[in-house]
Antibody, heavy 120, light 111 residues
């Protein structure tokens, strides 16, 4: 069955970087876009960007341009989200989601989420 | 890119129907039929209910239906059940930066 398993919770200091992984199984990794979405405590969902695992092409939300990098390692069916220059308002649960194509959004499988806490 | 506008909360009694609106602009909801809806229970990942405005993934109850008129998309839940108590989010493709934007979210309470 399709699964997206993310890495564990992280605690970081302001100004640091964090890298979250998302390991896919049960489907052809390169056949689906991998999107990243975050949710601050008690807040709504926020789209961050996508990576095409086949080509490595990426698209980022303007808000995160220059601060986020999406990569992938097709040999181990894993995507990564790295966020730099962390601030306290980056404290959130970060999700990866498999989406069939673009621009249509058929995001039927999500990771379990990774809590990133930014605190001094 | 501003979030799409949803009502903060909606409530209904078991068996009733409720409709959640998702209002955007002519650059997103109004231009593209690429609106999806999610249900999220506390502490859980979102679950896809509707894609491309009105299509239901297999396994999703037919009590959930989607539609669109102008710049506003809507999700209707018919025959409201206790298990429908959750947060609901819309998401649309937008020509602004050719990206995606979520709605502000709606908390549904079953009375």
């Amino acid at each position: 069955q399709v699964q997206l398993v993310q890495s564990g919770a992280e605690v970081k200091k302001p100004g640091a970087s964090v890298k979250v992984s998302c390991k896919a199984s049960g489907y052809t990794f390169s056949g689906y876009y991998l999107h990243w979405v975050r949710q601050a405590p008690g807040q709504g969902l926020e789209w961050m960007g996508w990576i095409n695992p086949h080509s490595g092409g990426t698209k980022y939300a303007q808000k995160f341009q220059g601060r986020v990098t999406l990569t992938r390692d097709t040999s181990i069916s894993t995507g990564y989200m790295e966020l730099n220059s962390l601030r306290s308002d980056d404290t959130a649960i970060y999700y990866c989601a498999r989406v069939e194509t673009t621009p249509s959004w058929y995001g039927d499988h999500w990771g379990q989420g990774t809590l990133v806490t930014v605190s001094s | 890119q501003s979030a799409l506008t949803q009502p903060a909360s909606i409530s209904g009694s078991p068996g009733q129907s409720i409709t959640i609106s998702c209002t955007g602009t002519s650059s997103d909801v109004g231009f593209y039929d690429f609106v999806s809806w999610y249900q999220q229970h506390p502490g859980k990942a979102p679950k896809l209910l509707i894609y491309d405005v009105r299509n239901r993934p297999s396994g999703v109850s037919n009590r959930f239906s989607g539609s669109k008129s102008g710049n506003t998309a809507s999700l209707t839940i018919s025959g409201l059940q206790a298990e429908d108590e959750a947060d609901y989010y819309c998401i649309s493709y937008t020509s602004s930066s050719t990206s995606y934007v979520f709605g502000t979210g709606t908390k549904v309470t079953v009375l």
